[in-house]
T-cell receptor, first 110, second 115 residues
Framework: SQKIEQNSEALNIQEGKTATLTCNYT??????LQWYRQDPGRGPVFLLL?????KEKRKERLKVTFDTTLKQSLFHITASQPADSATYLCALDIGYKLSFGAGTTVTVRA | DGGITQSPKYLFRKEGQNVTLSCEQNLNHDAMYWYRQDPGQGLRLIYYSQIVNDFQKGDIAEGYSVSREKKESFPLTVTSAQKNPTAFYLC??????????????FGSGTRLTVV
């Protein structure tokens, strides 16, 4: 069955540094992969979508890569700010639904 | 502003009671979804609907029911058959299947607790 794994540990970084989050998956070849941000007690908010034929996509301080050979996506937050503190979820298209990872919680220290 | 409204924000259910969670969207999206979120787990799909008057079971549909009589509305009923209903419930919508171009828009969630 499809399995999605994100960094199991929470990520604590200093303001201004780059946060790098991983999303690994098995047993499927998704046509695209998405990243969401979720704040405590709130619903996820869509950030970026990257397709299987795209290697990299950027949006402001965010960068996503997608390696279909390694079955892995990396999500980078550059020049991080305390306001970036949240849980970040990856999601894969597996035909009839989006399947979500458990998320990685990022805390940016001032 | 367009968006998804879930109500209530907090809901308490007694044993053996059915409760209904509301989800309304004014985005003119065809597809709507219900997910359940438990601590340390990914979102799990309960039901989804690609069009009015049609819906499909997701991965954990047992103990839940839905209806899709209007494009804007996709209510979820948690029945007494659901043995562990305490969770955070999220409703989402998308303009295309599985958010293939623009992702999902989520509501702010309903936290259901069994008392």
């Amino acid at each position: 069955s499809q399995k999605i794994e994100q960094n199991s540990e929470a990520l604590n970084i200093q303001e201004g540094k780059t946060a790098t989050l991983t999303c690994n998956y098995t047993n499927y070849s998704p046509a695209y992969l998405q990243w969401y941000r979720q704040d405590p007690g709130r619903g996820p908010v869509f950030l970026l979508l990257i397709r299987e034929n795209e290697k990299e996509k950027r949006k402001e301080r965010l960068k996503v890569t997608f390696d279909t050979t390694l079955k892995q996506s990396l999500f980078h937050i550059t020049a991080s700010q305390p306001a970036d503190s949240a849980t970040y979820l990856c999601a894969l298209d597996i035909g009839y639904k989006l399947s979500f990872g458990a998320g990685t919680t990022v805390t940016v220290r001032a | 502003d367009g968006g998804i409204t879930q109500s209530p924000k907090y809901l308490f259910r007694k044993e053996g009671q059915n409760v209904t969670l509301s989800c309304e969207q004014n985005l003119n999206h065809d597809a709507m979804y219900w997910y359940r979120q438990d601590p340390g787990q990914g979102l799990r799909l309960i039901y989804y609907s690609q069009i009015v008057n049609d819906f499909q079971k997701g991965d954990i549909a047992e103990g839940y029911s839905v209806s899709r009589e209007k494009k804007e509305s996709f209510p979820l009923t948690v029945t007494s058959a659901q043995k562990n209903p305490t969770a955070f419930y999220l409703c989402a919508s998308s303009i295309d299947r599985q958010g293939a171009n623009y992702g999902y828009t989520f509501g702010s969630g309903t936290r259901l607790t069994v008392v």
